[in-house]
């Protein structure tokens, strides 16, 4: 059965290393929903969280073969009920539509949005929530006419308690201290 | 070209850290991105030898048949641009086949980088897929280190080609050269240490079985495991089957070796598959020429896995089971940990099947009685003089099977193969690295005529470097395997496999490589012992049967059950 996952990947910070890991999905043809790579809480490690539908028997080969990847610290997948997970979506309309009714104000209280930055000519809106919640957003504001969108990749945590590659690292670090 | 008082040049870095890692030998191909590498290795001719293959794939595959024999790497260099995409078939074979490879590429100068400069092209975009790691080098002082990882990576662990491209810059640039050997990446374990428990596990179920059979593969080779496996086998007197790449991993004649696994593989070890209650995988992963039809593969039996890659633990094949770690750690814990056994019933089983298959396919292929020369007898007869002691190297296709199935070995480390790529153009080149390797040992290149044309300038490179190896041209005027599959499978449509060949006896003699052609069965056992007595290179072509075919057959797509024994 087809669901979504998230994969979850530790990195070194190496360049080439983002093209040689989507090659993996591209060579089973499995294509990436969501993609965002930024620096973990540990300085020079970094962390890619990759959204994609796929059956758990396709992810798990798919993770097996980001984990042999030289430069991979560690992978993992996760379900979406296994992890806490959020985007974030900036929506920019005619200031001029605040101005008509109280219609937008509404909205974006009643949505937990809030407002960024206000111009003669345009405000821009952000709000941070699951895709099916910055879309409502989208679908409401667009009434007044939604000049610019943009929405984030997925970022998550796993609802462990403990940050899963500071474990990991340390086990490593037992391990390689073992060899010499 | 002057120096900076202590310091070198990156390309002189280059040659020393070659030399810090034990090189001798490097195949390659000179160009306008590497020319400064190239002068510096002009200066360590007594340390280093380098052959100058004829294109680039040659000197990939070269590396390729270096390595498998001496299990180190094989290390070549190419230009930029085209230099460095003709080796990428070289990768990509060395990668499907686990074999370790340093390739060294120049590259434009790095202001250069990315503006379609004469002969640039991205050679690390191209080369991510079919690298277990690669690496762009853009100043000098980035050399050694570069270097060091790379021989680390591409020999521990499941081995693998890497490549380094090197900018024009940095192999001028200059640097303090300090080398210093790489044990170690944080990102990067190479091997688990083998799980006892996992050991006991499936001790247990070796224990319990009736009918176990072991399967391996190259992994035992490249493990250094041979003498473990026959080890276990011994104690437990279970009947063991190689793959393709797997073979001379133990004795041909060893009594519980029941032959090859796959498409063109065995009878018994083929059907014996499903029958058998347990499957011990030992550093093989499960191919599709080698299950066929995975839902209908081993149905009855529970499956244990040796093997050091993680990512083919239950690729394929589910195991019941999995051992990850070194091959010869992890069978050498097992052969303490099971009973001695021994499965005498079980293993005639197999010695039954083997006499169908003799009667159905083998002695057709080694004692033909219609006029027309076979495969099998030509194997048979090299292989007969060569008393198991020679290294056989081969091209893919028909005569890959035939040689395969036909010539026995008695040492490791004695067949050189394409087996995951399947790459046509291989054995000759790689004969050259095998022969390299192996100086005092007799080669045999067993090659097609389709084939031999792909690379067939490398008889340039074997005449210039005077290396003696046996050429055998199995010459049946067509790309016989897509023929023989078009005979099967497309109702005899021989759609564009037919060839009209040149005389490649004047094309060896051209080449300064003498050379006999045989056409006839009296003829061919003298002839082969012309060759093998000759002390140089020497082209034995024999014109075989046009409509010979490799039997058995497991169909593409069947079950191992579905083997066929004859059209």
Redesign the interface.
């Known amino acids: 059965m087809k669901r979504e996952y998230n994969i979850t990947v530790f990195s070194e910070n190496n360049i080439g290393l983002l093209s040689r890991i989507t090659l993996i999905f591209t060579r089973r043809k499995i294509n990436i929903d969501s993609l965002t790579v930024s620096e973990s809480a540990i300085r020079g490690i970094y962390k890619f969280t990759i959204v994609v539908h796929c059956t758990e028997d396709m992810v798990r080969k798919v993770v097996g073969q980001i984990d042999k990847v030289i430069d991979v610290l560690k992978a993992f997948y996760l379900t979406n009920e296994e992890m806490i997970y959020q985007e974030i979506a900036l929506y920019k309309v005619p200031t001029e539509a605040l101005y008509d009714s109280d219609q937008v104000e509404k909205i974006v209280r009643d949505s937990g949005a809030r407002i960024l930055e206000i111009t003669r000519e345009y405000t821009v809106i952000e709000k941070t929530g699951h895709k099916e919640e910055t879309q409502a957003l989208f679908d409401q504001l667009n009434q007044f006419r939604v000049m610019q969108f943009i929405r984030s990749g997925r970022v998550a945590i796993t609802r462990d308690p403990i940050e899963r590659i500071s474990e990991y690292l340390r086990e490593r670090d037992a391990f390689l201290m073992n060899m010499d | 070209m002057n120096k900076s008082p202590g310091k070198i040049s990156g390309s002189e870095a280059v040659i020393l850290s070659l030399i810090e890692e034990g090189v001798d030998t490097i195949f390659g191909y000179p160009g306008g991105a590497i020319m400064p590498i190239y002068d510096a290795l002009y200066d360590y001719g007594s340390k280093i030898r380098h052959i100058l293959t004829r294109h680039e794939q040659g000197a990939a595959h070269a590396a390729e048949g270096f390595a498998k024999i001496t299990g180190r790497a094989g290390v070549c260099f190419a230009t930029s641009g085209p230099g460095a995409t003709n080796l990428m078939t070289g990768i990509a074979d060395a990668m499907i086949d686990s074999v370790p490879m340093v390739c060294i590429t120049g590259q434009v100068t790095s202001p250069l980088l990315g503006t379609d400069a004469f002969q640039e092209s991205d050679v690390?975009?191209m080369s991510?897929?079919v690298t277990?790691?690669?690496?762009?080098i853009t100043s000098p002082e980035e050399i050694p280190h570069a270097i060091a990882q790379a021989f680390f990576?591409a020999q521990t662990g499941r081995p693998g080609p890497v490549l380094l491209d090197i900018t024009k810059d940095a192999q001028f640039g200059e640097l303090n050269f300090e080398y210093k050997k790489c044990?170690?990446?944080?990102?990067?374990?190479p091997e688990i240490p083998v799980d006892p428990f996992k050991v006991k596990e499936a001790a247990e179920l070796i224990d319990q079985s009736k009918k176990p059979l072991l399967l391996f593969g190259q992994g035992v080779i490249i493990a250094k495991a041979e003498d473990e496996l026959r080890a276990f086998i011994e104690k437990t007197g279970i009947p063991a089957a190689w793959t393709l790449l797997g073979l001379s991993a133990l004795p041909t004649k060893h009594p519980l070796n029941v032959g090859m696994l796959g498409m063109h593989g065995n009878y018994g070890p083929n059907i014996k598959t499903n029958d058998a209650d347990l499957i011990i995988a030992v550093g093989m992963r499960f191919d599709d020429r080698v299950t066929g039809k995975v839902s209908d593969y081993a149905r009855k039996a529970k499956i244990i896995h040796l093997d050091i890659?993680?990512?083919e633990?239950?690729?394929i094949v589910k195991a019941d089971v999995a051992i990850l770690g070194d091959a010869s750690k992890s069978l050498k814990m097992l052969t303490g940990n099971v009973k001695s056994n021994s499965h005498d019933e079980w293993v005639k089983e197999f010695r039954e099947a083997d006499q169908v298959e003799y009667e159905k396919v083998i002695r057709k292929d080694l004692y033909p009685t219609k006029p027309g020369l076979t495969m099998g007898e030509v194997v048979k007869m090299v292989s007969g003089k060569t008393k198991g002691e020679a290294i056989l190297v081969t091209d893919v296709g028909q005569q890959q099977m035939i040689a395969a199935r036909y010539f026995g070995f008695n040492h490791s480390r004695s067949c050189v193969t394409s087996g995951g790529l399947g790459t046509m153009g291989y054995g000759l080149p790689a004969s050259m690295g095998a022969q390299i390797a192996a100086p005092g040992r007799t080669v045999v290149a067993m090659i097609g005529d389709g084939g031999f044309q792909m690379t067939i300038q490398e008889l340039g490179t074997i005449a210039q470097n005077k290396l003696p190896v046996k050429i055998v041209l199995l010459n049946n005027h067509f790309l016989g395997m897509v023929r023989q599959w078009q005979q099967l499978f497309f109702e005899k449509r021989y759609s564009f496999t037919g060839l009209t060949n040149p005389d490649f006896i004047t094309i060896a003699k051209g080449f300064g490589i003498p050379g006999i052609k045989v056409d006839n069965r009296e003829d061919l056992d003298e002839a082969a012992q012309t060759m093998l007595d000759h002390r140089g290179p020497f082209l034995l072509e024999v014109t075989i049967e046009k409509e010979d075919n490799v039997f058995p057959m497991v169909p593409a797509g069947a079950s191992v059950s579905e083997i066929m024994l004859e059209p």
């Open positions: 690390i975009g991510i897929p277990k790691w690669n690496f762009q990576i044990t170690k990446i944080r990102s990067y374990i890659d993680p990512a633990i239950n690729k």
